[in-house]
């Protein structure tokens, strides 16, 4: 086993609270690491690396970021990154290891929402290093005395069409068959057995039902593979646009970035992913906690510590992606 992690006695400002999650230190084994690695088809280029025994998430080596186990298990993300959860970290001045990883599930479940028509109490213990490059754009890590940037919104969002066919019916927060997020073009992590093949939700032999039906714990249907007529691209084709692919341009790029110390420079321009911005109010009271408990950013009126997960809304946005 590695020994102590040697890049926690160069970290800058070590001597101040940190600047995003708290200092959890690791706990996991190893072995499940390699069963993430395997079982998410990460790519050896992207760098993935188990933290020494003592890590904290805070002590990822320049050139690397922190991801947590609970986002891939719990929070249905999936690396590549797709361009709709890229956007709202930019929209919102965020970086990805500072997402809770009960936060980050609204997100992806919001998009999954889009595009188709419960407790952890140990996540900061289960994390891993990999290479920043693999999220090919930038993402400001907050400091402490950071304040957050306002969000316009669009008058009137309550009224349009799309936002009442995905608020039609509410939707529980659930991990998602693989299937069910490749089908949504949230996921390339999937092989299928036709060439042709393409992901579809059947019930009793017959296809053609949306995708939400995936989140219905009492449906009786399920996530089938459905061949599609000869001529078209494959589905993996189709989706791949939908997602933001590292380069080695990228890994290169953020080579020699430190974990706090991100600068913001439009790497990918954020005018092509043609974000729209709805609301930052929400009728749902349990909203908050959308980033690690102690992620801080500026004093609130009265002198209290503003959390930066109160503003975090993702009802903010919903997509036009292709």
């Known amino acids: ?27 996991w084994k190893e072995e499940e690491f390699q069963m993430l690695v395997r079982g ?17 998430a805070l002590d990822a080596p320049p050139g690397f970021i922190t991801l947590y186990v609970a986002y891939f298990r719990e929070g249905n993300f999936r690396l590549p990154i797709t361009k709709f959860t890229a956007a709202v970290l930019r929209g919102y001045g965020l970086h990805i290891s500072q997402i809770n990883a009960i936060g980050l599930p609204r997100i992806t479940h919001f998009e999954f929402v889009c595009r188709s028509y419960r407790g952890i ?13 693999v999220i090919p754009t930038d993402m400001l890590y907050r400091q402490v005395s950071q304040g957050i940037s306002k969000v316009d919104v669009l ?15 509410p939707t529980a927060i659930s991990q998602l068959d693989e299937m069910a997020l ?12 036709h060439p042709l093949g393409q992901p579809a939700y059947s019930h009793k032999g017959k296809f053609g039902y949306s995708l939400l039906n995936a989140l219905d714990p009492k449906s009786a249907g399920a996530m089938v593979e459905a061949i599609q007529a000869d001529g078209h691209p494959t589905w993996l084709e ?43 109010g929400s009728s749902d009271p349990n909203v908050g906690d959308l980033t690690s408990h102690y992620a801080r950013a500026g004093t609130a009126p009265g002198g209290v510590a503003d959390p930066v997960h109160e503003i975090v809304d993702v009802t903010n946005f919903a997509t036009n992606f292709p």
Do not use: C
């Open 1 to 27: 086993m590695a020994e102590k992690n040697p890049t926690q006695k160069k970290r800058k400002h070590r001597g101040r609270a940190p600047p995003g999650p708290d200092q959890a230190v690791i706990n």
């Open 40 to 56: 998410m088809n990460f790519r050896s280029e992207w760098g993935a690396q188990y933290p020494p025994s003592g890590s904290t």
């Open 121 to 133: 109490h140990d996540w900061k213990q289960k994390f891993f290093y990999i290479r920043r490059g």
């Open 155 to 169: 008058p009137n969002y309550g009224a349009q069409d799309w936002y009442k066919r995905i608020t039609a019916k």
């Open 182 to 193: 490749v089908g949504a073009g949230m996921s390339l992590l999937w092989v299928p057995k």
């Open 238 to 280: 189709q989706i791949r646009g939908r997602f933001l692919h590292p380069t080695d341009e990228s890994l290169s790029r953020y080579a020699d970035e430190v974990l706090g110390e991100d600068v913001w420079d439009d790497f990918v321009d954020s005018g092509r992913e043609e974000v729209i911005v709805l609301s930052s």
